[in-house]
């Protein structure tokens, strides 16, 4: 893990000014899928067009980084550009204005930016906590599979995965 | 049929079971059996408010409903594949290399679909023994019956895949099928037995 992928959003928003390099990139990283995200779950934009809005907004992000007044609020930032070029993206698909488009996917977009908080929430925890609900939850792995992979007893699979969701649980509460 | 078998009332799930059609059939109705008994597991640890693990449990008992129920429309889809081939297959006179290497796809789809499900099963049953120890004891009998739901789709699963014409006995997959089966089934047991 590089020392960046640790600092707050106002830390890296601060690098970024700095012209940081590695800050950039990790801006990048960190909210690649929550754009993407957005514009293909969110508004259901082909993979063509969240390219082009992906591209877009970290463009915009890129120049337009000293507008930002709250340095802590870059993702609700990211989030309001993003929506704002989907918005753009579905007006000139159907030639319309784009103050006509209304945001007709909004519960995917909670889905979305609730994905996002537990994506976060799932990077606090520990390493083995972070393999074994990835690989249930995520990868659909079975008990015996995961158990013969990290070599732990089949039985104690499931009370281990309800230990690390308890513990997600509550980095979720603290953040909110 | 589109969509699943969620969008249909259980009524009509049943009519369409019963019916003369090829899907749905016994693989779906044995990742249906797993749901309901994932389904009953989320319920006892819903309902055992002093355990501590409960709410993880329950996440993972939904879960375990949730993959079963997408393998119950799965298993119906891939099965209708395999029997139309394999119709297909014994009709043509002439030998065709292509048909048959698609029949092969079709039968190695319609074996793992079965295959998961057992595994599915064995996971429900797994949680079922947890629910079962820790739950509240109002509600022991319910993860006894979540057992043996979960024997039961386990067990209609793993037959599937030993009846699969693409597998042997050999087979490691059949090996897998079994040991999930034997899995649900020993939980199933031990939870049945111990209120007699």
Avoid at chain 1, 12 to 17: A, P
Avoid at chain 1, 26 to 47: K, N, P, Q, T
Avoid at chain 1, 135 to 152: G, M
Avoid at chain 2, 158 to 173: E, I, K, M, T
Wanted: aromatic share 6%.
């Amino acid at each position: 893990m590089s020392r960046y992928a640790t600092l707050t959003d106002a830390e890296l928003v601060r690098g970024c000014r700095a012209d940081d390099a590695g800050a950039w990139n990790e801006l990048v990283e960190r909210y690649s899928r929550y754009v993407y995200a957005i514009a293909a779950r969110g508004f259901r934009l082909s993979d063509e067009d969240a390219e082009d809005v992906f591209q877009d907004v970290f463009t915009r992000i890129y120049t337009r980084l000293d507008s930002l007044r709250d340095d802590s609020a870059l993702r609700p930032w990211i989030a309001q550009l993003t929506r704002r070029r989907c918005l753009d993206a579905v007006a000139a698909k159907r030639e319309i204005p784009a103050e006509e488009v209304t945001e007709e996917g909004s519960s995917d977009l909670s889905d979305v930016e609730e994905a996002f908080e537990v994506r976060e929430a799932l990077a606090e925890l520990s390493e083995p906590c972070q393999d074994i609900l990835d690989r249930f939850f995520t990868r659909d792995q079975s008990y015996k599979t995961i158990a013969d992979e990290l070599e732990i007893p089949s039985g104690t699979i499931a009370s281990r995965i309800a230990r690390c969701l308890g513990r997600l649980r509550n980095e979720l509460e603290a953040k909110n | 049929m589109d969509g699943d078998y969620l969008e249909l009332r259980l009524g009509e799930f049943l009519e369409r079971l019963s019916a003369d059609g090829l899907a749905p059939g016994g693989g779906s109705a044995a990742a249906l059996t797993v749901a309901f008994s994932a389904r009953l597991v989320a319920m006892v640890a819903r309902c055992s408010v002093r355990w501590d693990e409960a709410g993880g449990v329950s996440a993972q008992a939904n879960a375990i409903g949730e993959r079963a129920v997408e393998l119950s429309y799965t298993d119906g889809r891939v099965w209708e594949d395999a029997l139309t081939a394999l119709r297909d297959a014994e009709a043509g006179e002439v030998e065709d290399p292509k048909r048959d290497f698609a029949l092969e796809q079709k039968l190695e789809a319609a074996a793992a679909a079965p295959l998961e499900i057992a595994s599915l099963g064995a996971d429900a049953a797994a949680l079922a023994a947890l629910a079962a120890e820790h739950g509240d004891a109002t509600y022991r009998a319910d993860a006894a019956a979540a057992a043996a739901l979960a024997a039961g789709g386990a067990s209609a699963a793993a037959h599937l895949v030993r009846v699969n014409l693409g597998v042997h006995s050999a087979d490691p997959r059949l090996a897998r099928a079994l040991a999930s089966e034997q899995a649900a089934q020993d939980v199933a047991a031990r939870l049945l037995d111990s209120r007699r």
